[in-house]
Antibody
Framework: EVQLVESGGGLVQPGGSLRLSCAAS????????MHWVRQAPGKGLVWVSR????????SYADSVKGRFTISRDNAKNTLYLQMNSLRAEDTAVYYC???????????WGQGTLVTVSS | QSALTQPASVSGSPGQSITISCTGT?????????VSWYQQHPGKAPKLMIY???KRPSGVSNRFSGSKSGNTASLTISGLQAEDEADYYC???????????FGGGTKLTVL
């Protein structure tokens, strides 16, 4: 069974940093592109970032470019999102998700809440 | 990239059919057959219902179907059931090796 379990969320002050993790199991992690998608409270889904299967290629939404870094450790079956210079508007539930087809996310984690507030 | 346009809400009675539209541009929906649809119940993670415009993942009911015409994609749910009440999001690839852009979401109410 495919499982994605996010962790690392919490309360952080504006300008602070946080690193999210997503532990994957039940599939060959190193074979799949992975994504982060976020959802602000009461709002819609917003794509954040993606990384290819071996970690050699990454892409970011304009709103996080230069502040967030996606990475992966295929030996540990873990996806990461390093978030720096956090702003109030980054407050959201962050989901990790696995591509099952081009530009389609067939597996999602349960999400981890990041709150940016003083 | 601007969000795709979806109606804020739709409703229908059990057994009826409803259609949710998703309007983009010639740079996203109109250029790629890579539109997906997600169902999200309150407090839960999204679930993929349709990918590549009209394909259903294994386990998704055939009451769910997708289509596209020009810059507009559509999700149709036939034989509405109470458990279909949820938020629905479309998403279209828009190039540049990103996932793409999501729609603003549509709240489906089963009357």
């Amino acid at each position: 069974e495919v499982q994605l379990v996010e962790s690392g969320g919490g309360l952080v002050q504006p300008g602070g940093s946080l690193r999210l993790s997503c532990a994957a199991s039940g599939f060959t992690f190193s074979s799949y592109w992975m994504h982060w998608v976020r959802q602000a409270p009461g709002k819609g889904l917003v794509w954040v970032s993606r990384i290819n299967s071996d970690g050699s290629s990454t892409s970011y939404a304009d709103s996080v470019k230069g502040r967030f870094t996606i990475s992966r450790d295929n030996a540990k079956n873990t996806l990461y999102l390093q978030m720096n210079s956090l702003r109030a508007e980054d407050t959201a539930v962050y989901y990790c998700a696995r591509e099952t087809s081009i530009a389609a996310l067939g597996y999602w984690g349960q999400g981890t809440l990041v709150t940016v507030s003083s | 990239q601007s969000a795709l346009t979806q109606p804020a809400s739709v409703s229908g009675s059990p057994g009826q059919s409803i259609t949710i539209s998703c309007t983009g541009t010639s740079s996203d929906v109109g250029s790629y057959n890579l539109v997906s649809w997600y169902q999200q119940h309150p407090g839960k993670a999204p679930k993929l219902m349709i990918y590549e415009v009209s394909k259903r993942p294994s386990g998704v009911s055939n009451r769910f179907s997708g289509s596209k015409s020009g810059n507009t994609a559509s999700l149709t749910i036939s034989g509405l059931q109470a458990e279909d009440e949820a938020d629905y999001y479309c998403c279209s690839y828009a190039g540049s090796s990103t996932l793409g852009v999501f729609g603003g979401g549509t709240k489906l109410t089963v009357l």
